[in-house]
Nanobody, 123 residues
Framework: QIQLVESGGGLVQDGDSLRLSCAASERTFSTNAMGWFRRTPGNEREFVAGISRTGNHIGYRGSVEGRFTISRDPVKNMGFLQMNSLKPEDTAVYYC????????????????WGQGTQVTVSS
């Protein structure tokens, strides 16, 4: 079973940037689409960003579009989420996952998840 480990979270101020990383234990990571979800302090589960296996298709939730950038390095079995102009409403635990779908923003389509990394943005 593939193992995913997120890192890069932390406590920052409004307007700061963070880069999240997702390290996968298996080379099969490169054969799957991947995405980022977050769990808010209100316990809402939100799709953040997704990227197809080849990287040809990328999608974001509207509130992060223009601020966040998803990318992947299949050679290193890693995914990334660059987060700029962070806002307090971005505060959440961020999770990376993989899916056998070509691309998905649906939680139920994802087969494996990491343990998450906390992002806290103060105003």
């Amino acid at each position: 079973q593939i193992q995913l480990v997120e890192s890069g979270g932390g406590l920052v101020q409004d307007g700061d940037s963070l880069r999240l990383s997702c390290a996968a234990s298996e080379r099969t990571f490169s054969t799957n689409a991947m995405g980022w979800f977050r769990r808010t302090p209100g316990n809402e589960r939100e799709f953040v960003a997704g990227i197809s296996r080849t990287g040809n298709h990328i999608g974001y939730r509207g509130s992060v579009e223009g601020r966040f950038t998803i990318s992947r390095d299949p050679v290193k079995n890693m995914g990334f989420l660059q987060m700029n102009s962070l806002k307090p409403e971005d505060t959440a635990v961020y999770y990376c996952g993989v899916t056998t779908s070509w691309y998905s923003d649906r939680f139920s389509d994802y087969a494996a998840w990491g343990q998450g990394t906390q992002v806290t943005v103060s105003s």
